[in-house]
């Protein structure tokens, strides 16, 4: 098998991977499995768009659902992860549903899908954490601690986010005499790509963060969940 069919049976995989969610039928289970191994794929094969031509590689667009029409703590974070990515992002609703739409290269894309459901299983398992801590926080208060650790969190993983961008495109840079133009090349395409799909996009409002305890608890949890792609022996204190 030749590296370029070997490389698209990989994608095919990948996106196959992507596919299942809970929305589609999965169990949550059977979701962050598919997830996990999305992001060990990515991890071994490296797959990077300097292995194809950049401006023929065509641009695809994820959907993750998240279910409900309400804001959401995560939502803090995502354009950062979108960012990192190199993806762009949007918010669709309609009657049935509500997802995200992740917009780029196809493993970049994968990657997104790949680190939302990690961040928002992180956020999930540190909540339960927080909640058996505070067990005199009853009613109102209880689910005004609970935002607000959420919202820590998804804030502190959007600064590590941002952090890991600058290191890594900085380090492309850095190492090849060619990265910083192929960076500028893969944005490019991007961009020329989404507008061409014409996605008429409105801002919405910034969500109302409480920087109390429960907020800077939400922090250091955040500075626990685990933003590598998986490999082999990670490290059993992060958040998965």
């Known amino acids: 098998m030749s590296q370029n069919d070997e490389l698209a049976r990989v994608k095919a995989r990948i996106k196959a991977l992507t596919d299942r969610t809970v929305a589609r039928g999965c169990t949550e289970a059977e979701a962050m499995a598919a997830a996990e191994m999305v992001g060990r794929l990515l991890e071994r094969y490296a797959l990077t768009m300097e292995e194809v031509d950049v401006r023929q590689e ?7 659902p998240i279910g409900g029409r309400q804001r959401r703590p995560i939502d803090v974070c ?3 992860l979108a ?36 961040i928002s299983r992180a956020i999930t398992t540190g909540l339960t954490g927080f909640r058996r801590g505070e067990a005199v926080l009853m009613g109102v208060a ?8 959420q919202h ?16 890594r495109e900085a380090a492309v ?18 961009e020329e ?48």
Request: with cysteine; glycine share 8%.
């Open 83 to 118: 960012r990192f990515c190199d993806c762009k992002v949007w918010l669709a609703r309609s009657e049935e549903q509500t997802h995200y739409v992740f917009f780029g290269f196809e493993t970049d894309t994968a990657l997104a899908a790949y680190l939302f459901a990690v």
């Open 152 to 167: 820590g969190m998804a804030a502190r993983v959007a600064e590590r986010l941002g952090g890991m961008h600058a290191e």
């Open 193 to 240: 790509a989404f507008q061409a799909r014409k996605v008429r996009l409105r801002s919405l409002p910034g969500l109302t963060l409480r920087r109390n305890a429960a907020f800077r608890a939400g922090r250091v949890a955040g500075d626990r969940v685990n933003l590598r792609r998986p490999i082999e022996g990670g490290d059993p204190a992060l958040l998965r």
């Open 58 to 64: 065509p641009c695809v667009q994820i959907e993750v």
């Open 173 to 190: 840079a850095a190492q090849r005499p060619t990265g910083t133009a192929l960076m500028l090349v893969r944005h490019q395409v991007v």
């Open 78 to 80: 995502v354009p950062a």
């Open 142 to 149: 209880l689910r005004r601690a609970s935002a607000s650790f």
